[in-house]
């Protein structure tokens, strides 16, 4: 209790517990950003040969989860110890390189760290105490592994999407940000915006225009703002995600028959609502 009050008191210390604990989680993220994807595919390829009946597969492959094997060096295979998997610091101490080869660590690691240590004392500060931070932490961190494994894969996995859009819809009970109403309207208007503009673009032009976790990713947004949220996500997410692919195809000669990733800007644009929805929406309807 003392702990608690010193934490509604000193929003200081709020603020640096909760970025002290958003690079800790970060360093999960990587793991999860990394691992379950290829979880994924063995799932997909064990399916696959259940279904044709193909025999399995010699060598068996080896079994991966979150937890196992240990993390080590994608070049040499070394283990990682433990004192260089701190956040952050495991990585400026190495200097960016594995200790045993000298390889070279991917910047993807420190940097998701530094972005949930960032967005977790961007919480704290907004929100201070309260549900709505546990909350707010909770839907940063997906967010960004989301954005994260998109980026990499093009895939939001439904293992992520599904459990967000019931927490949003749980929250809603409760009244953390919007009313059970809005939520579960949200929550169908988000998912059949994206699903109707799917099957119009592919319907005019014989081409998937996004994938189908946009859809889920989107109606988890909308669960967890209510329908009033959603213009203002998908126009957030459209002119970002429209100004970098631009980019990219002007300035670094991108294939423009090349997808690009959407659910990283819908995840930016919901992160966005999460902290600013309510002034951006007061801007809209003085």
């Known amino acids: 209790m003392a702990l608690i009050e010193a934490l509604r008191a000193n929003p200081g210390l ?27 595919e063995a799932e997909w390829r064990h399916e696959a040969r259940l279904i044709l009946e193909a025999p399995a597969e010699e060598p ?3 079994r991966i989860s ?25 990585w400026l101490l190495l200097r960016g390189r594995c200790a045993d080869c000298r390889a070279p660590i991917s910047p993807q690691y420190p940097l998701v760290e530094l972005a949930a240590g960032i967005l977790s004392a961007v919480c704290a500060w907004h929100f201070g105490w309260g549900p709505r931070l546990a909350a707010g932490l909770v839907l940063s961190w997906a967010l960004l592994v989301l954005t994260v494994i998109d980026f990499r ?7 992520i999407t599904l459990p967000l859009l019931w927490a949003g819809l749980c929250l809603a009970c409760f009244g953390v940000f919007t009313t059970p109403s809005a ?10 915006s994206l699903w109707l503009i799917y099957h119009g673009y592919k319907l005019l032009t014989g081409k998937e225009g996004m994938g189908h976790g946009d ?7 909308g669960a967890w703002f209510g329908a009033t949220s959603l213009p203002m996500i998908i126009l957030l997410s459209s002119l970002v995600g429209s100004v970098v692919g631009i980019s990219l195809i002007l300035f670094r000669g991108r294939d423009r028959n090349i997808p690009i990733s959407f659910g990283p800007y819908l995840a930016g644009a919901g992160w966005i609502t999460l902290i600013w929805g309510e002034a951006l929406r007061g801007l809209s309807h003085p």
């Open 14 to 40: 709020l603020v640096g517990i909760a970025a002290i604990l958003g690079l800790m989680v970060g360093s999960f993220l990587n793991v999860v950003s990394l691992r379950l994807p290829r979880m994924m």
């Open 60 to 62: 068996a492959p080896a």
């Open 66 to 90: 979150l937890s196992q094997p240990p993390s080590s060096c994608p070049s040499c295979g070394a283990r990682i110890r433990p004192w260089h998997n701190l956040p952050l610091l495991g």
């Open 153 to 159: 894969e093009q895939l939001l996995p439904d293992s």
């Open 183 to 192: 939520s579960i309207g949200g929550a169908v208007f988000g998912y059949l």
């Open 215 to 221: 859809f889920k990713l989107l109606a988890a947004l």
